[in-house]
């Protein structure tokens, strides 16, 4: 007899002469390792098979950074999500529709979380999962300098454009080039060019003639109903938050790997601006 097997005869002798409760007793002394890590593979596998199967896609998608408000003490977007999806009629046994507020951009940010939040949104944009993003003025003409977004003058309907002209928010294309150039000169070591601060600039971007290349590549949504009636963008009321010159704003702006151009401007619909 192996000693395996010699092992097992004594482990079954033992057992012949326990009462259930101390069988029990020795079966979760000596096995509850390895019944704990078979219950917790199953509850895993469980979960993914069910994420699987009731997993939606997303029919809209959007991003609102730097709102102010705390998201484990928020409501709102949950709430504007389930009106959105209603508004626009979209099946919720199909799709979902999903609004983050969450995101936080700014030099008083955590930089390790600053820097997941970045990585999350360019992922996301790259990957088109992105309808529309909320920020506001500073945060989004970072993104409009990066060429993130569409112009809306292509995108929107004539009867659209001429809506929500009034809250056009502009940035000019002629700096892009401009703004490479300094970046590859301020590289070079050898150079002495001093890199421009874009916040020393004074820039109306709801003023297209000021311009020379503007392109329309947001809306300016800080008037909106709902903005108004929520939490969101609130610090924007105090006069002391200004970019360029200019009181700082509620911006949306549709990216340019947004896969439903229609329904980001229903959600401009929905927001209520006029």
């Known amino acids: 007899m192996s000693v395996v097997e010699e092992i097992r005869e004594q482990q079954r002798k033992a057992l012949s002469t326990m009462s259930f409760k101390e069988k029990l007793a020795y079966f979760w002394d000596y096995y509850k390792i390895h019944t ?19 997993s939606k896609d997303y029919a809209f998608y959007a991003t609102m950074i730097n709102t102010g408000t705390l998201q484990y003490e928020d409501t709102t977007s949950s709430r504007w999500a389930q009106e959105f999806m209603e508004y626009a009629e979209i099946d919720p046994n199909e799709y979902q529709v999903y609004i983050d507020a969450s995101i936080a951009l700014s030099d008083t940010t955590d ?20 309808s529309a993003q ?19 003058e292509e995108i929107m309907s004539a009867e659209q454009i001429e ?18 150039a300094s970046f590859e000169q301020s590289a070079d070591a050898s150079s002495d060019v ?45 006069p002391a938050f200004n970019y360029q010159g200019y009181p700082s704003e509620a911006v949306l702006g549709i990216p340019l790997t947004c896969k439903d151009t229609e329904m980001a401007v229903k959600f401009l619909e929905y927001l209520n601006l006029n």
């Open 36 to 54: 704990l890590v078979a219950v917790a593979l199953i509850i895993v596998a469980v979960t993914v098979i069910y994420q699987l199967v009731t």
């Open 111 to 130: 930089l390790q979380y600053m820097a997941a939040n970045q990585q999350k949104l360019v992922a996301m944009m790259q990957a088109g999962e992105i």
């Open 134 to 152: 909320i920020a506001e003025t500073e945060t989004f003409e970072q993104y409009a300098q990066f060429e993130c977004f569409f112009d809306l």
């Open 163 to 180: 809506k929500y002209r009034p809250y056009f928010y502009y940035t000019d294309a002629a700096t892009f080039d401009q703004d490479e």
């Open 194 to 238: 001093t890199p421009v601060d874009p916040s020393a600039l004074t820039i109306n971007h709801l003023d297209p003639s000021t311009m020379e290349k503007p392109v329309a590549v947001g809306v300016v949504i800080t008037d909106s109903k709902l903005i108004r009636e929520s939490d969101y963008y609130k610090y924007l009321d105090d």
